[in-house]
């Protein structure tokens, strides 16, 4: 069974500042520029302003940096002739001090370019750094944090005549913040020196070569065996070995894991998109989530994270589950499930705003954190506050390693793969397929779900996987719709119960991908104000299944009609009273209302991809967005 890893967690307040930006950096016997560029395509869902190298090689350190995708980059390259180095360091950059442009790209060198590095978080005192370092002479060419954090680090290497290394040390004691940073030195040619403090770092482990990454997804293809390095601790590689040091300089024994990541997981396979190709994993993903936790025929379901903390999450007197984007409309969905199936007041909070209004939160409670990434930085933040006040922490989320389930009591993964689209989708069926298994093993253990209740709503849960399969063949249909309504201005997504959270997913991801403004409501709020906006130009978009507020959906559709709007509905399979009403109708299987939400986003997610593309988008890379949302 998956099972988080519980950490003893320092008390800290630097996670609003993460930077979603990717790092990628290599050392060992291979040409290192390959890799590099590789792995920053890899990493570029984590952000695509603007992209750089840092190389060392028998002319020197020479770093290429260039505004826009890592293409860009490459192109620039090549305008520079054959390039030849062992050891090297590259960065992707998601903006946020200064604007997307090659000074601003990393890497960034020290005054006397001796040292070049890459950086991802934010330095929250860089302004009083920086003035500092200006009385004493230095120049900025740059508007980064990142410049003058080297060139702080460069200042207590010259003034204190100590290695590299330890001048690290001593800066980061100086700096606040977050950062995920790699260094090259001039000076030595087969060393890579490394950080990180609330920003992941990932070290891969070679036959006497090294990789450096923001995740594992650039490492794969040359080694399974990785260190994810822990906040407070310094990486050095140097002449083939690897040591790790807190920055109390205490050496650690860095711990192996072997990565259970396949290389096709993270390639299109033969997909357009990365989306299109996530879209339809789901049968898939959904069905690893599943997989060794639910045995629908024997009427067993263990999930290995809760077995510590079953006794708490019993007893506990409200469940409150935070967490931002696509992760929170699977928490309203949780919601539903939990108060339904195991009778506990449920609260379903925005990250960003959890922490911001003093909430009352106690040892009573029991939190439920859900990132895909594992690394967003309000989460965190709330996860902070949760523990502070006594709260037991549970987290559901995708990447092994990451920080969430390294700061959590306990928590179990989603097992959805690497997602690198940027837009969420199947990381918000698996959650929704962990917070159900959740809720089905509390109601029963409580007593407020009948075993036979619960034995069939496992086959029910069970047989999920077989009808996301059978709802993805409305692709073609979906496509069809969805050129009709490719330049519509608006949209407005509705449903009720269960369907509304698919509703706001539905909205989110078309404005997300195509940029068309969309709004999800509950159906029965229409009438409250967003009726005033339906005529012959709004498209509505109906989840109107077969459930227990299906008639009066129904009449919200009526109402709609009346108004000359025009309406796409997705409904249960054999469906005749809103076939006669919609102009256009998605079918989908049959299954328990408590679980439709897993079966009728699917064609939303759907619908939304043709439309972004029939408009031209980037659809794995929408403007402005990276994977995770890393600042606050």
């Known amino acids: 069974m998956a099972q988080f890893l519980f950490l003893c967690f320092t008390k800290t307040n630097f996670y609003k500042f993460l930077v979603m930006c990717g790092i990628v950096a290599y050392v060992g016997q291979q040409d290192a520029l390959p890799i590099i560029i590789k792995g920053l395509k890899r990493l570029e869902y984590r952000g695509y302003d603007s992209a750089g190298v840092a190389l060392l090689d028998q002319r020197g350190l020479s770093i290429y940096k260039k505004k826009g995708k890592v293409a860009e980059l490459e192109n620039h390259l090549a305008e520079n002739g054959e390039i030849h180095a062992k050891v090297g360091i590259g960065h992707t950059r998601w903006a946020t001090h200064g604007e997307p442009n090659d000074i601003n790209a990393h890497p960034h060198y020290s005054s006397s370019e001796r040292f070049a590095m890459i950086h991802n978080g934010i330095i929250e005192n860089y302004e009083v750094l920086k003035k500092d370092l ?8 740059s508007e980064t944090d990142t410049e003058v954090f080297v060139k702080f680090i460069e200042d207590i290497y010259q003034h204190n005549g100590c290695s590299l290394e330890e001048a690290l040390r001593l800066a980061l004691h100086k700096v606040v913040g977050a950062y995920a940073i790699v260094l090259i ?25 090294y990789f450096f990454a923001s995740d594992a997804t650039p ?73 060794g936790r639910l045995d629908a025929k024997s009427g067993r379901l263990v999930l290995g994270g809760l077995r510590e903390y079953m006794n708490k999450f019993q007893n506990a007197e409200r469940i409150i589950i935070t967490a931002c984007g696509t ?16 009778r506990i007041p449920v609260e379903v909070e925005y990250a960003s705003e959890f922490r911001y209004r003093n909430p009352v939160v106690n040892e009573k409670d029991f939190v439920i954190a859900i990132s895909q990434s594992g690394e967003t930085a309000d989460t965190l933040a709330a996860i902070e506050l949760a523990k502070s006040r006594g709260a037991t922490i549970f987290g559901v989320c995708n990447v092994v390693g990451s920080s969430i389930p ?7 993964y989603t097992h959805a793969g690497p997602e690198i689209g940027v837009a969420s989708t199947k990381a918000f069926t698996a959650q929704i397929s962990v917070l159900a298994m959740m809720a089905l093993k509390l109601g029963y253990q409580r007593g407020t779900l009948p075993e036979s209740t619960y034995i069939q709503l496992l086959h029910e849960l069970a047989a999920i996987p077989a009808k996301v399969e059978k709802a993805l063949q409305t692709n073609a249909l979906i496509e069809q719709i969805a050129a009709e309504y490719k330049d519509a201005r608006n949209m407005l997504y509705l449903g009720r119960g269960y369907n509304f959270p698919v509703a706001l997913e539905g909205a989110l991801k078309l404005k997300e991908i195509s940029y068309i403004h969309a709004e999800g409501y509950p159906a029965a709020e229409m009438k409250h104000g967003p009726i005033a906006l339906i005529d012959e130009e709004m498209p509505v978009i109906f989840i109107a299944t077969q459930d227990s507020s299906y008639e009066k959906v129904v ?35 049959a299954t328990h209302e408590a679980f439709a939400p897993l079966v009728a986003v699917v064609p939303l997610q759907l619908f939304s991809y043709h439309i972004a593309v029939m408009r031209g988008c980037n659809v794995d890379q929408p403007r402005n967005l990276a994977k995770s949302v890393t600042v606050e």
């Open 555 to 589: 009449s919200n559709i009526q109402e709609v009609k009346a108004r000359k709007g025009k309406i796409v509905a997705v409904v249960t399979e054999g469906d005749t009273q809103v076939k006669a009403l919609a102009d256009h109708v998605i079918e989908i299987p």
């Open 219 to 291: 490492i794969i293809e040359y080694t399974n065996k990785v260190v994810y390095l822990d906040d407070y601790e310094i990486a050095v590689v140097r002449n083939g070995e690897l040591q790790i040091k807190t920055i109390e300089n205490v050496a650690t024994n860095p711990y192996i894991n072997q990565l259970e990541m396949e290389l096709e997981a993270i390639e299109k396979g033969g997909y357009e998109h990365f989306m299109l190709k996530e879209i339809f994993e789901q049968p898939k993903s959904i069905a690893d989530c599943l997989r």
């Open 406 to 412: 390294r700061t959590t009591h306990a928590g179990s």
């Open 134 to 141: 200006i009385k004493k002479g230095y120049t900025f060419q």
């Open 327 to 342: 992760s929170w409309h699977a928490g309203l969905v949780a919601e539903y499930l939990f108060e339904e199936f195991a």
């Open 185 to 209: 030195n001039l000076e030595e040619p087969n060393t890579l020196i490394a950080a990180r403090k609330g920003s992941p770092l990932v070290i891969g482990v070679g036959e006497g070569e």
